[in-house]
């Protein structure tokens, strides 16, 4: 969920780069909230399963896997979908200009990522 939560924020920073069209808004903000909702339910189906028993069981297995795929398949069609929308060389070329051409938003950007592998790779639940 926490990797999700990242790149949504980093896809909504960068669309501004971009000449996206109402359309192109609504389709971005439809599939990040379709991605972090699949993840929501992934999350409830495993812990469900957790609690309901903490011994193998094939159809538990199956439900994890199932819920855990519907993410992956959304996420992938999340990736293709962006890959079309931002994949615009002068929105790309406007990005580039604007961080190479701002030290302190590069700087700013640069540490944000950093930031951002340490709330990713935060301490988990146990």
Same mark, same amino acid.
């Given at each position: ?18 000449? #996206? ?6 389709? +971005?903000?439809?599939? =990040?909230? !379709?991605?972090? /909702?699949?993840?929501? %339910?992934? $999350? ?32 992938? #069609? ?6 079309? +929308?931002?994949?615009? =060389?002068? !929105?790309?070329? /406007?990005?580039?200009? %604007?961080? $190479? ?26």
């Amino acid at each position: 969920m926490r990797f999700h939560t990242v790149a949504a924020l980093y896809v909504l920073s960068f669309a501004r780069f971009f000449d #996206f069209s109402r359309e192109d808004y609504i389709l +971005l903000l439809l599939t =990040i909230g !379709g991605v972090l /909702s699949a993840e929501m %339910f992934n $999350t409830a189906i495993e812990e469900l399963c957790n609690k309901v028993s903490s011994e193998y069981h094939p159809l538990i297995k199956f439900s994890k896997d199932c819920a855990a795929g519907a993410v992956l398949v959304l996420a992938i #069609f999340a990736a293709v979908s962006g890959f079309i +929308l931002f994949g615009n =060389i002068n !929105g790309l070329m /406007s990005m580039y200009n %604007f961080y $190479t051409t701002n030290p302190i938003n590069l700087a700013l950007l640069l540490i944000s990522a950093v930031l951002s592998v340490f709330y990713i790779k935060g301490r988990r639940k146990k």
